[in-house]
């Protein structure tokens, strides 16, 4: 029975460290100041797609997205739509990619800075941000994809630890 919630309990405990580490950000590098943004929760829910099931990780996308619009920004429906449709695309790349650790992770970066391109364009294009291209491409992007690949390096190993040990739970009863 732990075993079956071991999965949502650790996405809502990424849900929940995520607003904490975002307030160690910004810090200043140099003269350069820096944004860290922690996007645990996506790349913990690419690693469901591709690891276990594309159907469930879509589906918790589409919750997490939900209360991630809820709890942290005014517009609702841009996590809501961004989160599932990164599942589905990892969980469709599995067709087409080996499920090595290593190729994972870099696909899930690269999803993940995508998700940054696309949440800058927007809200540029809303005059949310004054953000210039080449400002965010420096002081966000690069740190936040180098912060995100550093807790894959750190983590993503007990991510795929976690989910076989419930896909081979799952085999087991038959579920």
Known sequence: MFIRLL?????VLLFLLEPLF????????????????PRF???????????Y????AVYYGL????????????IIGLYTFLYPLLCFIA???VKYI?????????????????????????????????????????????PT???NLLFLALLGWVFKYLINKRVLQRARNGA
């Not at 790349?43 to 591709?50: D, R």
């Not at 099931?53 to 469930?56: G, L, P, S, V």
Request: aromatic share 18%.
């Open 98 to 142: 080996h499920q090595h650790l290593a190729i994972t992770t870099i696909l899930a970066v690269m999803l993940v800075a995508s998700m940054e391109v696309v949440l800058y364009e927007f809200f540029f294009l809303i005059n949310f941000t004054p953000m210039t291209v080449q400002t965010f491409f420096n002081s966000r992007l690069i």
């Open 41 to 51: 929760l996506i790349l913990y829910l690419i690693f469901i797609a591709i690891y």
């Open 22 to 37: 975002a307030k160690f950000s910004p810090i200043v590098i140099g003269e350069q100041l820096v944004f860290l943004v």
């Open 91 to 93: 969980g469709w790349s």
């Open 7 to 11: 999965i949502p309990t650790v996405a």
């Open 63 to 74: 919750f997490f997205g939900l209360l991630y619009d809820v709890f942290y920004i005014d």
């Open 53 to 56: 099931n594309r159907k469930r």
């Open 145 to 147: 994809i180098l912060a």
